[in-house]
T-cell receptor, first 114, second 114 residues
Framework: NAGVTQTPKFRVLKTGQSMTLLCAQDMNHEYMYWYRQDPGMGLRLIHY???????AKGEVPDGYNVSRLKKQNFLLGLESAAPSQTSVYFC?????????????FGSGTRLTVV | LAKTTQPISMDSYEGQEVNITCSHN???????ITWYQQFPSQGPRFIIQGYKTKVTNEVASLFIPADRKSSTLSLPRVSLSDTAVYYCLVGAIILTGGGNKLTFGTGTQLKVEL
């Protein structure tokens, strides 16, 4: 029962470096989301996707790009990392139909930009 | 999206019932109320969801008055392992392209002691 899997779990980047965070879900969910969580800030939505091949901006999209080439995967990219992007990143997915609309979250990726 | 207000923190002792109230005065007709639990270094976990009256599952109960401007999460007989942050979310399911973009606030830090 994998649910939502995020890789890597930890990463340290230097300012200006790039990286991609991978999110994979095995529940056949249509919707996927990327959030970041900072101390005292709750979770803020970065980007989301309502289906394969679609992406949309959330609350704090600047400095990030995403892709959803396959239904089960949602990638978050940082083209040029900045210290302000030091955070814990969570991926989530949800089913688009009736019934339980709850999100399933991954265990997070702790990113430090130095 | 409806804004929610909940206490920043609550303290309790093992075996007690804990009630966390969330206010959402501008809840819309098609909004659902959802509660999540988050432990340190983990992603949020869906607890319970409701639209009106009372909902109960194996973990908690959710009480929603007729005007739906508030809701109360009830945790029966808490234990040390219930120490976590609890988030109240209000949002609608947008089935045509918008996705379910729930907004997480800072939540309520529940601390359970012996």
């Amino acid at each position: 029962n994998a649910g939502v899997t995020q890789t890597p779990k930890f990463r340290v980047l230097k300012t200006g470096q790039s990286m991609t965070l991978l999110c994979a879900q095995d529940m056949n969910h249509e919707y996927m989301y990327w959030y970041r969580q900072d101390p005292g800030m709750g979770l803020r939505l970065i980007h989301y996707s309502v289906g394969e091949g679609t992406t949309a901006k959330g609350e704090v999209p600047d400095g990030y790009n995403v892709s959803r080439l396959k239904k089960q995967n949602f990638l978050l990219g940082l083209e040029s990392a900045a210290p302000s992007q030091t955070s814990v990143y969570f991926c989530a997915s949800s089913y688009s139909g009736t019934g339980n609309y709850g999100y399933t979250f991954g265990s997070g990726t702790r990113l430090t930009v130095v | 999206l409806a804004k929610t207000t909940q206490p920043i923190s609550m303290d309790s002792y093992e075996g007690q019932e804990v009630n966390i109230t969330c206010s959402h005065n501008n809840i819309a007709t098609n909004d659902y109320i959802t509660w999540y639990q988050q432990f340190p270094s983990q992603g949020p976990r869906f607890i319970i969801q409701g639209y009106k009256t009372k909902v109960t599952n194996e973990v908690a109960s959710l009480f929603i008055p007729a005007d739906r401007k508030s809701s109360t999460l009830s945790l029966p007989r808490v234990s040390l392992s219930d120490t976590a942050v609890y988030y109240c979310l209000v949002g609608a399911i947008i089935l045509t392209g918008g996705g379910n973009k729930l907004t997480f606030g800072t939540g309520t830090q529940l601390k359970v002691e012996l």
